[in-house]
């Protein structure tokens, strides 16, 4: 019988693998060829198939994504007119009229809570989040100088009722909370109206 002596180190790791694959080890083994033949087992036992152990250790992404909170229609649409938006002018005054010739702009709003934007709500649901009108001409609008006022725009809005929930992939996640509120989505409709104090 011959006796076969392996060195530590990479030559006798390879040559502990070879004898691996013909069988057993030559008896004249000593505990350091049995011991490197053991850290070579430990490495290399899954069954032939190498993707098991990345499978166990490495995540699987079943849905890429992070979960966004996304609003569904309820109910609605109810016309509201001529909501207060703004002021357009700062400070309260006496005055005999107001001009008016910038564009004026009118977004969308939601329900305090709902974890959305007013035009991000209108988005998800299919109907327009802003509106922009453009005067062409100046516009002159009277007031009573014996009144504090301020120029101020007003619109007309849809009122759709809508609940919000995390959504992943188009769907809800499941077991989400939803929360319900109110989306106005403007129209067409803008006003320059003066507000009293």
Not at 43 to 68: I, K, L, Q, Y
Not at 99 to 106: D, E, G, L, M, R
Not at 144 to 162: D, E, H, P, Q, V
């Amino acid at each position: 019988m011959k006796t076969i002596s392996i060195r530590d180190g990479l030559l006798g790791a390879l040559l502990v693998a070879a004898l691996m694959g013909a069988g057993t080890l030559p008896a004249s083994a000593d505990a350091a060829t049995v011991s490197t033949r053991t850290v070579a087992t430990a490495a290399t036992s899954n069954d032939g198939d190498e993707t098991d152990v990345a499978d166990d250790s490495t995540p699987r992404c079943v849905v890429c994504g992070a979960p966004v909170k996304r609003a569904v229609k309820v109910s609605g649409p109810v016309l509201v007119q001529k909501k207060f938006v703004k002021y357009l002018t700062e400070a309260w005054a006496k005055s005999t009229g107001y001009s008016w010739n910038s564009s004026t702009t009118v977004s969308a709003t939601v329900s305090a809570g709902l974890g959305v934007s007013g035009p991000t709500a209108s988005s998800n649901i299919g109907v327009s989040g802003t509106v922009t009108k453009s005067y062409s001409i100046t516009v002159n609008i009277a007031a009573s100088s014996t009144r504090y006022s301020k120029l101020g725009l007003a619109s007309n809005y849809n009122k759709y009722g809508i609940k919000t929930a995390y959504h992943q992939d188009g769907k809800p996640v499941p077991g989400a909370t939803w929360t319900f509120g109110d989306l106005y989505a403007p129209t067409k409709d803008q006003y320059l109206i003066v507000y009293y104090q």
